[in-house]
Nanobody, 117 residues
Framework: QVQLVESGGGLVQSGGSLRLSCVAS??????????MAWYREAPGKQREMVASISRGGSTFYADPVKGRFTISRATAENTVYLQMNSLNPEDTAVYYCNAVWVSRPYWGQGTQVTVSS
């Protein structure tokens, strides 16, 4: 069983920044870990992947966030971060941490990010 706890969401003005954190209850570098990622779900829209990082450290970004968001990790703390810069109202959503563990997906409870114009 994998537990994920997100934090760092909030209300920010357009152009501002936020950093989300996701603490995992397992060793994110374990051989059982496939990847970790951040998804978001805006009202009326499907949940979409924002960024991911593999166990080997390879990263992927969705086109809308390339150049603005950065995914990173602190392996000693089993924590994954999402640094979000140049935020705009279209980034408003609930952001979810995702971990693929032994090929099964696990989700955090989500953290709300609201960007005002």
């Amino acid at each position: 069983q994998v537990q994920l706890v997100e934090s760092g969401g909030g209300l920010v003005q357009s152009g501002g920044s936020l950093r989300l954190s996701c603490v995992a209850s397992v060793n994110i570098l374990s051989i059982n870990s496939n990847s970790m990622a951040w998804y978001r779900e805006a009202p009326g829209k499907q949940r979409e992947m924002v960024a991911s990082i593999s166990r080997g450290g390879s990263t992927f970004y969705a086109d809308p966030v390339k150049g603005r968001f950065t995914i990173s990790r602190a392996t000693a703390e089993n924590t994954v971060y999402l640094q979000m810069n140049s935020l705009n109202p279209e980034d408003t959503a609930v952001y979810y941490c995702n971990a693929v563990w032994v090929s099964r997906p696990y989700w955090g409870q989500g953290t709300q990010v609201t960007v005002s114009s």
